[in-house]
């Protein structure tokens, strides 16, 4: 069983930091691709930014230049440093992981309050 426990979400004030991380649990030690969606009131799931195994990362233009998206492989954990914080990136922020060694995989976190306040 995959267990994804996000942590970090919070309220912070416009133009400050956050840092979300999600630690995956379970008989999977390494998944292919681990990263965040968020999913604001009355709008779609988006894909907020991904990483691979091999450390290559991929961001929504929203966010480029400010979140971060990292993993530690030996622990099994994927973060997302938050900066420069704006209204619009209040959402709920969802771990989403995958395995691609055969057929495609994915899980899924609970999700963690984001607010910024303007």
């Known amino acids: 069983q995959v267990q994804l426990v996000e942590s970090g979400g919070g309220l912070v004030q416009a133009g400050g930091p956050l840092r979300l991380s999600c630690a995956a649990s379970?008989?999977?030690?390494?998944?292919?691709?681990m990263g965040w969606y968020r999913q604001a009131p009355g709008k779609q799931r988006e894909l907020v930014a991904a990483i691979t195994i091999g450390g290559s990362t991929n961001c929504a233009d929203s966010v480029k230049g400010r979140f971060t998206i990292s993993r530690d492989n030996a622990k099994n954990t994927v973060h997302l440093q938050m900066t420069s914080l704006k209204p619009e990136d209040t959402a709920v922020y969802y771990c989403h992981v995958e395995l691609r060694a055969g057929y495609v995989r994915a899980y899924w976190g609970q999700g963690t309050q984001v607010t910024v306040s303007s």
């Open positions: 379970g008989s999977i030690f390494s998944f292919d691709v």
